[in-house]
């Protein structure tokens, strides 16, 4: 994100990508992952010592791991964390590398564009008819949405990526940096 920052200029310094992602959807990320520990814990301490399971916690799970993986998409992108093969590394030169990470950052920025608009399209589909789930009747729209927005941050990220591709010794010091 070194290159992002120098980017973004505000009137009182520069804006960190990373740090924004980080305070919000890293803190609503930490937030669904320990609902989801609590709903968990609570399942099975009910089920077992109690003989009485939470009632709809596989639909309240099924929803909180999908909030957070999606949640969790936009800091994946900036952190550059996706996996990632790199077969040809060794044998290309720094320059064609830099295209690779173009090609690759723009590429997955239109993936990630469409698969914002159809989880979009799904949503409203999804509020039109009032989808909710079979148990608890919590609807479903609220998370397609969340779904879309993350996968457009997501998109935007892998955007600026392929504008701005950075190269190995941007790498190296994002790496020693931490």
Known sequence: MERFRHRFRGGDGDMDIGAVLQNTLGVGAALLLFSLILVTCVDVVGRYFFSAPLSGAFEITEILLAALVFTALPLTTERKEHIEV??????????????????????????LTTLAWRLASHALTTAEHGATTNALGIPLAPFGYLAAFSCLVSAFIAFLRGIYPAN??????RDEHG
């Open 86 to 111: 790199d077969l040809l590394n060794v044998v290309l030169s720094n320059t064609i590398k830099r295209y690779f990470s173009a090609f690759a950052g723009l590429f997955s920025a239109a993936l």
């Open 168 to 173: 190995e010794t941007d790498d190296k010091k």
